[in-house]
C-alpha cells in the first residue's frame, strides 16, 4: 500500500512515535491547527483523503470532525527536511471551525502590547457540539 511506504520515510521514533502536524488552509495558506499523528493517523490520512490525527490526552486516533463535523479534506502533504514534521494542505469542511473553540485557526489570539487579544470572529459556539466537546479544562 502507498501510504505504508510514504509512512516508512517519516521519522515517528524521534518524538516518542509522534510528529508534529501542521494544518493549513490549501488555499488562503493560514495555518488553523497543530497537532500530532502516529504512523496509524498518517496512514489512515493517506488512504481517505480525510485528516487523522493521534491525541496524546485520550492515547488514541482522532479523526477530525467526528463530533463536530468540522472534518478537513486534506489537499497536500508534506515532510520537513529531517522528516519529523508535516504540513496538511487541508480543505475545511463543517462550520468552517478548525479550532474546537469554534474559530477558523487555533492561532486566532495576537500579542499587542504585552496583552494576548482575540483578533478573530467565532465562526461557531462550540456549545453546539454538547458538553462534552473539545479539551479538557487545563490544570492550574
Known sequence: MASESASTAIDFDKNGGVVAAIAVDHLSHRVLMVAYMNREAFEE????????????????????????????????????CDQDAIVLAVEQRGDGAACHEGYESCFFRVLDKGEWKVVDARKVDPAKYGPGYGHQPKKS
Not at 48 to 75: D, P
Request: net charge positive; hydrophobic share 30%; charged share 30%.
Open 45 to 80: 490520512t493517506v488512504a481517505t483523503g480525510r485528516a487523522c490525527y493521534f491525541s496524546r490526552s485520550r492515547q488514541k486516533l482522532w479523526r477530525k470532525g467526528e463530533e463536530s463535523g468540522n472534518f478537513q479534506i486534506v489537499h497536500e502533504i508534506r515532510v520537513d
